[in-house]
């Protein structure tokens, strides 16, 4: 009988140590799985870190194969009364306005990521817009020139297309149109450019920094007798800017939709008259001035500079600006007229 005893306390001693081994095992494993999992985290977050995502320089979205097979051109399109409404600029990634003669403006459109099958009307060049485009490494299709675009274009190395000389080839006329109002590039004909575009001028982000103030509609007063007034207006539940121009929607002739925009940028520059007769001006691009960047409802002061022939965004702490993935719009101002007004609703 003593003896079964002591043969059952013995096993129930294996039986306790063996369960407290497996306790501890246990543990250990628990505490090695949370190591593991915590040092996984810690690897991906330094990856993040060290692994930028490589973004589509025209619109800050990651990059797809399919980006890289897609064309990359430029195009000035008209925006006089008799050009309205265009044609293919809602599905530019870039847009600048800018000033041309008597205060009438011009888009210099830039088209990668959505290229519709018309573009225009098409019109001619002018020598300010060249550091435009040559800054995004963008060959550009205009239709005609002033002589001071075309001695530029002889002294600088940029890929251009111009209707004057191929006009039968890439272009089509609008017979409801009156000429010069009624050239159209059809994008299809155009040959697959081997240019890689580049963005010199602002960084992208997923997170905005702090900003200046709040402002959700932005009217530039370009000129009045010659109707060029531009607005933008801001929607909430979409989170980009509609575009508004003499006081009717933006929209494009071939789609009917409204254009819009996610970045909004106001560059001011010196605008001079050339006194060459024709009322030709001069854009001064070669110096720095201010800059006001618009996003989500919201304002930041900053400033621009050209930097060995690149127009750089800086926000109020000389950093580079950095603008959220999207369309954006550029618009050129002469900086000795006041004809920004800016509402908050």
Not at 178 to 198: G, M
Request: hydrophobic share 30%; glycine share 6%.
């Amino acid at each position: 009988m003593k003896h079964k005893i002591v043969v059952v306390i013995i096993l129930i001693i294996i039986a306790f140590v063996t369960g407290c081994e497996n306790q501890e095992e246990k543990k250990t494993t628990a505490e090695q799985s949370d190591k593991e999992l915590v040092d996984k985290q810690k690897k991906q977050a330094t990856d993040a870190k060290e692994k930028p995502v490589n973004r589509v320089a025209t619109t800050g979205f990651p990059v797809k194969k399919a980006n890289k097979t897609k064309n990359y051109f430029g195009v000035i399109v008209e925006n006089s009364i008799d050009a309205r409404p265009h044609t293919g600029l809602v599905n530019a990634d870039i847009v600048y306005e800018m000033e041309v003669e008597y205060n009438i403006t011009r888009y210099l459109a830039i088209f990668h990521s959505s290229i519709p099958e018309k573009i225009g009307p098409v019109r001619s060049a002018r020598h300010y817009f060249l550091p435009i485009f040559q800054s995004w490494n963008v060959p550009f299709i205009h239709y005609g020139g002033t002589i001071f675009a075309y001695n530029n274009l002889k002294r600088k190395e940029l890929m251009h297309l111009d209707g004057l000389e191929n006009g039968n080839k890439y272009f089509e006329r609008d017979n409801s149109r009156a000429a010069p109002h009624n050239a159209y590039l059809i994008t299809d004909r155009l040959p697959t450019f081997k240019k890689k575009p580049r963005n010199p001028h602002f960084e992208y982000t997923d997170k905005l920094s702090e900003f200046d103030e709040k402002v959700s509609k932005i009217t530039i007063n370009y000129s009045d007798p010659n109707s060029v007034h531009t607005t933008y207006q801001y929607d909430k539940k979409d989170k980009v800017y509609r575009r508004i121009l003499e006081n009717e929607p933006h929209t494009d002739r071939a789609t009917g939709k409204q254009i819009k925009t996610k970045n909004l940028f106001l560059l001011y520059a010196k605008h001079r008259d050339m006194t060459t007769g024709g009322g030709y001006i001069h854009i001064n691009f070669n110096t720095k001035g201010k800059l006001d960047y618009y996003v989500n409802g919201k304002k930041f002061n900053g400033n621009w500079k050209n930097i060995k022939g690149d127009i750089v965004f800086f926000d109020k702490e000389g950093q580079k600006i950095q603008a959220l993935p999207g369309k954006t719009w550029i618009q050129v101002v002469d900086k000795q007229r006041k004809s920004i007004v800016e509402e908050n609703k």
